[in-house]
């Protein structure tokens, strides 16, 4: 994966560099009022704890910017803030001591706003995000379109953005590309891995709810990660902020991108299957996250344990695994590290994973 990379310029947004070869990031965004200090740094507390690398708020009026101080002053990851419509409330941010400002060509796109924004920004050391939005599109850009807002036109937008940023002296920049169409999304972002070196903010917008939101991020940012093209990600989804974490962090465990914890491996079952693996596979991954999230004991990030209905596959995928169980009526075999050491009951063999988990070195 890493030797197809595409190798982007390195931006630092405050203490987490993004692009070259570093680790993609994870960021989300907080959903509370901004001016509503306490609420907003409640969901950030959230989300650092659940592995939240960067964080970005609403910047909708200036009672929203000037409380960006009070949360950066209490916030331990770097904040960025989200800005459309009116530039001033971006350089009240800057000022603010925010770690990065977004901005939509689509929104604010008069020249000297433009270069004044990159210019606070640049002496403040603080990248720009050229965040374009399929939606929010510049019709003076858009060209033939119909209803549908092409990946070309959404290119060419961030590119005359990028051209006047660098006049003014911006050299940190990263740069978004969203459509709510995945196939749109891809394209573009293809396109302008052709076009410049600066580091992507990878996502989707408007996917929707929980499930369909994550399918559609799923197929957009893993084929793009899978391309080598991405540097930072965010899965918006209509539901709490902690689960846009959860899927970011399967996506990347998934492609082999990052390791989070233990990663379950399990079948689908069918008429073989002698037992309730599907219960067993939910109270595993339960009991697994909670007893991670307690901060008892320690728990390698990088395994997998394998929970297989019957010994047709069974075996052989417990093998692979680094821990593994195939069962067999009532009770199922243990494997470790490709060996089988014993018999497990049904009823115990969360316990018994949980202390091998605990009990693995790695
Ligand atoms: S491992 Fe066994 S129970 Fe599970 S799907 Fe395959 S054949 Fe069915």
Redesign the pocket.
């Known amino acids: 994966m890493d030797n197809k990379r595409r190798i982007s310029r390195v931006v630092r947004i405050g203490r987490v560099p993004i692009g070259g070869r570093f680790p993609v990031a994870i960021q989300s965004m907080v959903k509370a009022k901004t001016s509503n200090v306490p609420a907003a740094l409640g969901q950030i507390r959230k989300l650092q704890s659940a592995g939240c690398q960067i964080v970005r708020l609403a910047v909708k009026d200036l009672a929203d910017a000037r409380a960006l101080k009070k949360i950066k002053q209490n916030c331990r990851i770097p904040v960025v803030a989200d800005i459309h419509f009116n530039w001033r409330l971006g350089m009240e941010a800057i000022e603010a001591g925010v770690d990065k400002i977004r901005l939509n060509p689509g929104n604010i796109y008069k020249k000297e706003e433009v270069v004044a924004l990159a210019r606070a920004a640049k002496l403040k050391g603080i990248p720009i995000r050229v965040g374009v939005n399929s939606g929010s599109v510049r019709r003076k850009n858009a060209g033939l379109m119909k209803n549908k807002v092409q990946a070309q036109e959404m290119v060419k937008s961030a590119l005359e953005y990028i051209k006047l940023l660098e006049g003014a002296g911006m050299r940190d920049i990263v740069v978004s590309l969203k459509a709510s169409d995945i196939r749109q999304t891809v394209i573009a972002y293809r396109l302008m891995a052709e076009r410049c070196n600066y580091p992507f903010h990878l996502g989707v917008t408007a996917t929707g709810p929980l499930f369909s939101g994550v399918i559609k991020s799923s197929i957009a940012i893993g084929s793009l990660l899978l391309e080598g093209i991405g540097d930072t990600i965010r899965i918006s989804l209509t539901d709490e902020p902690q689960q846009e974490i959860k899927a970011a962090k399967g996506i990347l465990q998934a492609l082999g991108l990052g390791h989070f914890g233990p990663q379950i491996i399990?079948?689908?079952?069918?008429?073989?299957?002698e037992v309730d693996?599907v219960r067993l596979v939910n109270d595993f991954e339960k009991k697994l996250g909670a007893a991670q999230a307690s901060g008892r004991g320690k728990f390698p990030k990088e395994l997998e344990v394998a929970l297989?209905?019957?010994?047709?596959?069974?075996p052989g995928?417990a093998a692979e695994a680094d821990l593994g169980v195939?069962?067999g009526k009532k009770e199922g075999i243990l494997f470790k590290n490709g060996k089988p050491v014993r018999k497990v009951s049904f009823r115990n063999c969360i316990t018994e994973l949980l202390k091998e988990i605990r009990g693995k070195k790695r």
């Open positions: 399990s079948c689908p079952t069918c008429g073989r299957c693996l297989m209905g019957c010994v047709v596959n069974g995928e195939a069962f």
